[in-house]
Each structure stands twice: as structure tokens, then as C-alpha cells.
């Protein structure tokens, strides 16, 4: 097993890998034949820390602003080892950290942080990365969360 202070490094190292492979959108999918933003985080966490998560059903559509998908993927992010940061300012990320997005009134949306101003996610589009420089992604950051097991 990986030391602790290794697991962020070999989490993000992961996500780039499903990037790499061009993995899918799946909705509720969570493993390299294809995966949602949800799925995307419980599936490279689970890869690297050799474990399953079980993600209760959700209809699609629940990524479109409601509560109840922004309590699901927090949930999740709980589940997978990950504590919220008190600061929510990039320059605090670190690589392998979970950052979360806000779209409309509810925090929807969540890649891991790969260093510099770059990330990995999952969008309809498949697994990607991009910059948060500039961009949409830059305003809607509202959370950090690191692993801390």
C-alpha cells in the first residue's frame, strides 16, 4: 500500500490516466468503460485506494441544480476519504485535492485538482481536463476538499 502523503499524487496521476484513455460519459457509470462527474471521483479514488463505492441510484437530470445531487456528490466525496478545506482559494489546492463547482443555487460539479490551473472531470463530453485561468470554472469554485485518511 501507498504511503499516505503518496495518495493525492497517485489519485491525480489516476485521473490524468482516465483522461488518457478517453473515458466516457456514463451516467452513473464509475470505472474506465465510462463514468459521470460522481462517478469520475468515486472511481479513480477507488482505483488507487482499492476500494468500491456504492452510489445510491439518481435520475439524470439531478445534476441540474438540486439539492439533493449537491448532497449525494458531497456525500461521496466524504465517503472517499476527503475533507473540506476552510479555504476555498485556488492558490490553497494542492495536487489530488477534489474541488467543487457551483451551478445555479447548488454545488453540482467536481474534478480533482492537478496542479497549476489545471484539472481533471468528468463532463457529457467524456473525462477531460481543463484550466481554471480564465475561465467559467475560475468563478464557480466553491469548495476544496483533501484527502485525509
Not at 460519459?25 to 462517478?39: A, E, V
Not at 479513480?44 to 441510484?57: E, I, N, T
Request: charged content about 25%; glycine content about 10%; overall charge neutral.
Amino acid at each position: 500500500m501507498e504511503k499516505l502523503n503518496n495518495i493525492p499524487v497517485a489519485i491525480a496521476a489516476e485521473a490524468q490516466r482516465w483522461v488518457n484513455l478517453k473515458v466516457p460519459h456514463t451516467h452513473q457509470g464509475n470505472s474506465i468503460r465510462g463514468c459521470d462527474c460522481l462517478g469520475f471521483l468515486t472511481g479513480v479514488a477507488g482505483s488507487v485506494l482499492h476500494r468500491v463505492w456504492k452510489v445510491p441510484y439518481y435520475p439524470e437530470d439531478w445534476i441540474y441544480h438540486t439539492e439533493e445531487f449537491e448532497i449525494l456528490l458531497r456525500d461521496g466525496i466524504k465517503e472517499t476519504g476527503f475533507e473540506l478545506m476552510e479555504k476555498t482559494i485556488l492558490r490553497y489546492a494542492l495536487i489530488g485535492d477534489v474541488i467543487l463547482f457551483k451551478f445555479g443555487r447548488y454545488k453540482c460539479h467536481a474534478g480533482f485538482f492537478l496542479g497549476g490551473a489545471e484539472f481533471a472531470h468528468c463532463t457529457d463530453a467524456g473525462c477531460r481536463i481543463d484550466t481554471l485561468i480564465g475561465s467559467q470554472w475560475t468563478k464557480r469554485l466553491k469548495e476544496i476538499w483533501r484527502y485525509d485518511r
